[in-house]
């Protein structure tokens, strides 16, 4: 078998729960697929498995219950973790409004060789690697294994960069899983980049690894580390390439992305609109890694085509590989394809229009911007209809539930920069593939009724107001009048707010 799992620690797991509660985790027949106990006051505790959650003991777990672990297990961090000491166990904790611990979630910490032999030729390249995946799905674990195989068969010198002790294990001496690799830790997880700058100039590392890039200094201090020459193994927050193309704190590790305005001979020649989005400059991570599956991931071999051929609506390269039952390892590739360049008809559109869950995101403005580009924008209530969810940059930062639950559940998450019309305009436009020459038919309407109106005027008419409009079509309106010399203002409430057009200027 590829995998073989080298240590559970699951007696030291045992020895911290109280005793009635251990005697019923012994008797579970599956214990050894154990993944975690959770313990809340006034609930009976649960025992969970993959496959299935068993009710360890009909009597509520109480204070006494909680403190019997706590005071077994090291001190609790910043981020509320704790450990056994020499093991990778995690104990989180979750506090009352007076920081009291009122529940526990004990996950059991394994060590399992071989979880990178899928990718293990991309790590030993010398090649900067991002895993991505959903929580749960071995990220860890294969960085783990990592660090151990660069510091033990390649023999480089390894640093972990190991902020929750998730990587090395509880206590000042790390776990042997992670060979000779070097460990250092990090006093709270908002000197995670501080740590990760010690490292290289104090140590002399040919490789860092590093778990949940997920700050906007923690990204540059990855940009730094690479920019030295230094070889970065790590993690960031997001299932997906595009997850990360969609976050600005974290876009810069795949190149950042910037909106560019070309001039129209180059737009035709391209067949795009004038004002497109173009990375900014060569990733942090040379590979991606998405971890669909334990025994299947899709890899980016290179970030920065892979960046490109995205932001031309195009298909990356991508190659999935993936673990068959005799352990052999099967590869699958896609090429490059030429972006599309047919100008795409609006019912086109509207057939492959994305299911949006709002999150911190004004509805009725969206609405209103999606009324200005002729678009039926489809807001869905629910998060498991949806197909994208789409946030602001302010509530994405403070990780809240949704946005959780959302990464999860493997959904693309689109951040806007800003609650504001030009963003949710230019996500639209992104989103529905709208070209410069593809204007909706009443904007062409609007513009001529303006146009109609400097006819008029300049022939005679006093003064001539046009059908009401959005905010945008007005401002459009408005230019029309300026073009020829006229006065516009605008005036009326909305939905019913109209410009006039004057005949002499300054009127």
Same mark, same amino acid.
């Given at each position: 078998?590829?995998?073989?799992?080298?240590?559970?620690?699951?007696?030291?797991?045992?020895?911290?729960?109280?005793?009635?509660?251990?005697?019923?985790?012994?008797?579970?027949? /599956?214990?050894?697929?154990?993944?975690?106990? +959770?313990?809340? =006051? *006034? #609930? @009976?505790?649960?025992?969970?498995?993959?496959?299935?959650?068993?009710?360890?003991?009909?009597?509520?777990?109480?204070?006494?219950?909680?403190?019997?672990?706590?005071?077994?297990?090291?001190?609790?961090?910043?981020?509320?973790?704790?450990?056994?000491?020499?093991?990778?166990?995690?104990?989180?904790?979750?506090?009352?409004?007076?920081?009291?611990?009122?529940?526990?979630?004990?996950?059991?910490?394994?060590?399992?060789?071989?979880?990178?032999?899928?990718?293990? /030729?991309?790590?030993?390249?010398?090649?900067? +690697?991002?895993? =991505? *995946? #959903? @929580?749960?799905?071995?990220?860890t674990t294969m960085l783990r294994e990592v660090a151990r195989v660069l510091a033990d068969d390649a023999n480089k010198r390894v640093i972990?960069?190991?902020?929750?002790?998730?990587?090395?294990?509880?206590?000042?001496?790390?776990?042997?899983?992670?060979?000779?690799?070097?460990?250092?830790q990090v006093v709270t997880p908002s000197q995670q980049h501080a740590v990760m700058i010690e490292a290289v100039e104090n140590h002399m590392p040919e490789v860092i690894v590093i778990d949940e890039i997920g700050t906007e200094l923690e990204a540059t201090a990855a940009r730094t580390i690479a920019e030295r020459g230094v070889q970065l193994v790590g993690t960031a927050h997001g299932n997906t390439l595009e997850n990360l193309m969609m976050n600005p704190t974290l876009a810069d590790l795949i190149g950042g992305i910037q909106s560019v305005t070309l001039g129209d001979e180059e737009a035709r020649r391209r067949g795009t609109q004038k004002s497109i989005l173009e990375r900014k400059s060569p990733p942090t991570f040379d590979i991606v890694v998405e971890i669909q599956e334990r025994d299947r991931v899709a890899i980016h071999p290179d970030v920065g085509e892979a960046v490109d051929a995205l932001l031309r609506n195009a298909p990356p390269a991508t190659e999935i590989r993936s673990i068959d039952e005799n352990g052999e390892i099967k590869i699958e590739k896609t090429e490059v394809k030429k972006a599309e360049t047919v100008k795409p008809r609006h019912n086109d559109r509207e057939d492959k229009a994305p299911k949006l869950y709002l999150f911190g995101v004004n509805?009725?403005?969206?609405?209103?911007?999606?009324?200005?580009?002729?678009?039926?924008?489809?807001?869905?209530?629910?998060?498991?209809?949806?197909?994208?969810?789409?946030?602001?940059?302010?509530?994405?930062?403070?990780?809240?539930?949704?946005?959780?639950?959302?990464?999860?559940?493997?959904?693309?998450?689109?951040?806007?920069?800003?609650?504001?019309?030009?963003?949710?305009?230019?996500?639209?436009?992104?989103?529905?593939?709208?070209?410069?020459?593809?204007?909706?038919?009443?904007?062409?309407?609007?513009?001529?009724e303006a146009e109609e109106a400097v006819t008029q005027v300049r022939e005679g008419e006093e003064a001539v107001e046009l059908s009401p409009q959005s905010s945008y079509i007005r401002r459009m309106q408005h230019l029309v009048a300026e073009r020829s010399d006229l006065t516009s203002r605008s005036f009326g409430k909305e939905p019913g707010r109209r410009v006039k057009i004057f005949k002499e200027r300054g009127r």
């Open positions: 078998m590829v995998r073989q799992v080298i240590t559970d620690d699951m007696d030291a797991l045992l020895a911290i729960m109280p005793p009635q509660i251990k005697i019923l985790l012994v008797q579970q027949p /599956d214990i050894s697929e154990l993944l975690e106990v +959770v313990i809340d =006051l *006034g #609930r @009976p505790p649960e025992a969970r498995f993959p496959k299935r959650e068993v009710v360890l003991d009909v009597k509520e777990a109480d204070e006494a219950d909680i403190d019997y672990i706590v005071t077994r297990i090291s001190t609790f961090g910043d981020d509320n973790r704790a450990g056994i000491e020499r093991t990778l166990h995690r104990i989180s904790a979750i506090r009352n409004r007076r920081g009291r611990v009122i529940g526990l979630t004990c996950r059991v910490g394994r060590a399992v060789f071989g979880t990178i032999t899928i990718i293990e /030729d991309l790590v030993q390249s010398g090649k900067s +690697v991002l895993l =991505l *995946g #959903r @929580p749960g799905v071995g990220k972990i960069v190991d902020t929750s002790n998730e990587i090395a294990g509880d206590g000042d001496i790390p776990h042997p899983a992670i060979g000779h690799a070097r460990r250092m509805r009725f403005r969206l609405a209103q911007v999606g009324r200005e580009l002729n678009l039926n924008i489809n807001v869905v209530d629910n998060l498991h209809d949806a197909t994208m969810f789409v946030t602001s940059k302010n509530y994405y930062r403070r990780r809240p539930q949704q946005v959780r639950d959302a990464e999860a559940a493997r959904l693309p998450v689109y951040v806007l920069r800003s609650n504001t019309p030009p963003q949710m305009r230019q996500m639209l436009s992104n989103l529905y593939s709208l070209r410069e020459d593809d204007k909706p038919e009443y904007f062409k309407t609007a513009l001529d």
